[in-house]
T-cell receptor
Framework: AQSVTQLDSHVSVSEGTPVLLRCNYS??????LFWYVQHPNKGLQLLLK??????LVKGINGFEAEFKKSETSFHLTKPSAHMSDAAEYFC???????????FGSGTQLTVLP | GAGVSQSPSNKVTEKGKDVELRCDPI?????LYWYRQRLGQGLEFLIY????????KSGLPSDRFSAERTGESVSTLTIQRTQQEDSAVYLC??????????????FGPGTRLTVL
């Protein structure tokens, strides 16, 4: 069985400051890990994915995430927040050969001017 | 190319009525998934189709929920005798194939269902 815990339901940052969205996972198998973003009234968009290659994964819009097996974490970061980053972010786990995605409960990111 | 589309975008219905939600996957994608997203929560897996194989229905919450898919094309999710707790956004996703490390699911915009 697998599970995902997003440690913060809401995060607020000022424009131009760093973003950190925290995610811990549990999986019986070597997992694939994803971050998706959901803007209001829009579909989910894949930001980045980890698939057992490099542990530091770069995604779109300047986001990146680091897979740390010892800490079972996959935190999402961005050096400088932009107003357009305001959205809900979901950390997702999928065991290597399984079909289902297991979603975290989401983190709402607010970017203050 | 076109992404995953869903219709209707919004549906308001009365308790006890049946509703049908539609999903058009990306052309060529063999795998199709339905999820439910309740307000303020993550996505719950409902059902999965892969080609002509028997669907994985393990996430369907009750026998009021059913889904069909014809070949590798359109899918419909049907909810019979709707209840207020069925109110949610229903999301459809498709992918080139199932499983496999890092296989990406592409999501539609969702259907927002409100049961009065």
């Amino acid at each position: 069985a697998q599970s995902v815990t997003q440690l913060d339901s809401h995060v607020s940052v000022s424009e131009g400051t760093p973003v950190l969205l925290r995610c811990n996972y549990s999986s019986s198998y070597s997992p694939s890990l994803f971050w998706y973003v959901q803007h209001p009234n829009k579909g989910l968009q894949l930001l980045l994915k980890y698939t057992s290659a490099a542990t530091l994964v770069k995604g779109i819009n300047g986001f990146e995430a680091e897979f740390k097996k010892s800490e079972t974490s996959f935190h999402l970061t961005k050096p400088s927040a932009h107003m357009s980053d305001a959205a809900e972010y979901f950390c997702v786990v999928s065991p290597g050969s399984a079909r289902q995605l297991t979603f975290g409960s989401g983190t709402q990111l607010t970017v203050l001017p | 190319g076109a992404g995953v589309s869903q219709s209707p975008s919004n549906k308001v219905t009365e308790k006890g009525k049946d509703v049908e939600l539609r999903c058009d996957p990306i052309s060529g994608h063999t795998a199709l998934y339905w999820y439910r997203q309740r307000l303020g929560q993550g996505l719950e897996f409902l059902i999965y189709f892969q080609g002509n194989s028997a669907p994985d229905k393990s996430g369907l919450p009750s026998d009021r929920f059913s889904a069909e898919r014809t070949g590798e094309s359109v899918s419909t999710l049907t909810i019979q005798r709707t209840q207020q707790e069925d109110s949610a956004v229903y999301l459809c996703a498709s992918s080139w194939t199932s499983g496999g490390v890092g296989n990406e699911q592409f999501f539609g915009p969702g259907t927002r269902l409100t049961v009065l």
